[in-house]
C-alpha cells in the first residue's frame, strides 16, 4: 500500500460517524483503561532477559499491579510474576506475549486477596495446558495419542471447572443460598414439602359390584378355635309347622 493509499484509508476512517452505542463503549473503554493495570515487557541483556512494568513513573506501576493482584507485598508480585513467566514461556526464552496473556486472565478473575491472585494463576495455566491438548486432540496421528490427549485434556477440563468452584466457595465463605418462596394452600389441601413421587392411580371401584373377598394365603396358619368348657351348650328350639 503506498504513501497516498494509506491516506485515502485515514480520511474514509476519519469520515466515519460512530453511533451512540458505538461512543458509549469506545468512552466507557478508555476510562477503564486509564486505570488498567500495567502490561509486562521482557528486556533482553545479553544472554539473560529480565521482566519490567511498560509504563512510565515505575512505582505507580506497581500500585496498580498489586492492586490489580489483591495484595499490597512487592516480594509476592516479584515471585508471582516470575512463576507466570516460567509457566508461559517455553525454553529459556521468554514469550512477552504469552506472560501479558495469563496476567491478564489474573487481573480479568480480579482476585481480591493472594489467596484469589494464587488460585486465579492456577486457572490460567491449567486453561493454557488445556489449550495445548486441545491443539494435540486435533492433530493426532494414531490411536494411541488419540487416547493420551483425551485424558489428558478431560482431566484438565475437570480440573479448571473445580477451580472455578473452589473459587466461588472461598469468595462466598462457604455459605449456601437458600431460596423461600411464598406457597399457597387452600381450605382442606395439604402442602408437602420433599420430592413427591406419583404412582399408578388405580381405577375408582364399581359401586354395584359385590364386595371382593379377601382369600388368605394357602401357607397361613389357619385360625385356631378356641372353646370355653364352663359354658353350658345353648339349645336351640325348633320351629313348630302349622296345622
Known amino acids: 500500500m503506498t504513501a497516498r493509499d494509506r491516506k485515502q484509508d485515514n480520511a474514509k476512517k476519519n469520515d466515519y460517524e460512530r453511533t451512540p452505542r458505538e461512543v458509549a463503549a469506545v468512552s466507557k473503554f478508555q476510562s477503564r483503561r486509564t486505570t488498567q493495570a500495567p502490561r509486562i515487557k521482557v528486556i533482553k541483556g545479553g544472554d539473560h532477559a529480565t521482566l519490567a512494568l511498560d509504563h512510565p513513573d515505575n512505582a505507580t506501576a506497581s500500585v496498580l499491579l498489586m492492586e490489580a493482584l489483591g495484595t499490597t507485598d512487592p516480594d509476592f508480585v516479584t515471585d508471582f510474576l516470575s512463576q507466570l513467566a516460567n509457566v508461559s514461556s517455553q525454553g529459556r526464552e521468554l514469550d512477552e506475549c504469552a506472560i501479558n496473556f495469563m496476567l491478564a486472565i489474573v487481573k480479568g478473575i480480579e482476585p481480591r486477596d493472594q489467596i484469589e491472585a494464587m488460585l486465579a494463576a492456577q486457572m490460567a495455566a491449567v486453561h493454557k495446558a488445556t489449550m495445548t491438548f486441545a491443539r494435540r486432540l486435533a492433530h493426532v496421528d494414531n490411536l494411541a495419542q488419540q487416547d493420551s490427549a483425551e485424558r489428558a485434556l ?9 477451580q472455578m ?22 381450605e382442606g389441601g395439604q402442602a408437602i414439602v420433599g420430592n413427591v413421587t406419583q404412582g399408578r392411580r388405580e381405577a375408582a371401584p364399581d359401586k354395584a359390584a359385590a364386595p371382593q373377598l379377601a382369600i388368605a394365603d394357602a401357607k397361613t396358619a389357619p385360625m385356631s378355635i378356641i372353646e370355653n368348657p364352663t359354658q353350658a351348650p345353648v339349645a336351640v328350639p325348633r320351629s313348630s309347622k302349622k296345622k
Open 154 to 162: 478431560n482431566k484438565l477440563a475437570r480440573t479448571f471447572a473445580g
Open 165 to 186: 468452584e473452589a473459587l466461588k466457595r472461598y469468595r462466598t465463605g462457604g455459605e449456601q443460598k437458600v431460596t423461600v418462596q411464598h406457597v399457597t394452600v387452600g
